[in-house]
């Protein structure tokens, strides 16, 4: 039990001290932050306005992995054509982004 107690005293004991032990896990969130959190809300945000911006003619990748021309855009959803004559109606929250971009990057 006495290891345990040793672990949980600042050195020089108060606030201050534990502000200075408390520093390493502030950095280490910072870094996750900027790593992981910042670059999934802009690749978020540039998906949001590629689908805002799909019109007929566009090739795009739903999330279920299939690849498609959208024939026509509604509110909601979009027409597309996945085959020579197959037509179907998906949400827009299914498109996981343009075909070319996949191909360009």
């Known amino acids: 039990m006495s290891?345990?107690?040793f672990l949980f005293q600042t050195p020089g004991g108060g606030i201050g001290g534990m502000l200075i032990s408390?520093?390493?896990?502030f950095l280490i969130f910072g870094v996750f932050y900027m790593l992981i959190i910042v670059p999934q809300r802009k690749r978020q945000r540039e998906l949001q306005e590629t689908v805002a911006?799909?019109?007929a003619?566009?090739?795009?990748v739903t999330t279920g992995g299939i690849i498609a021309t959208?024939?026509?855009v509604r509110d909601g959803s979009l027409l597309v054509r996945s085959a020579d004559?197959?037509?179907?109606?998906i949400s827009r929250s299914s498109v996981a982004g343009l075909h070319g971009l996949e191909e360009k990057k």
Do not use: F, Q
Request: charged content about 25%; overall charge neutral; proline content about 5%.
């Open 3 to 5: 290891e345990l107690a």
């Open 22 to 25: 408390m520093l390493p896990l």
């Open 53 to 55: 911006n799909l019109k």
């Open 57 to 60: 003619g566009d090739r795009v």
């Open 70 to 72: 959208v024939t026509a």
């Open 85 to 89: 004559k197959s037509i179907l109606e």
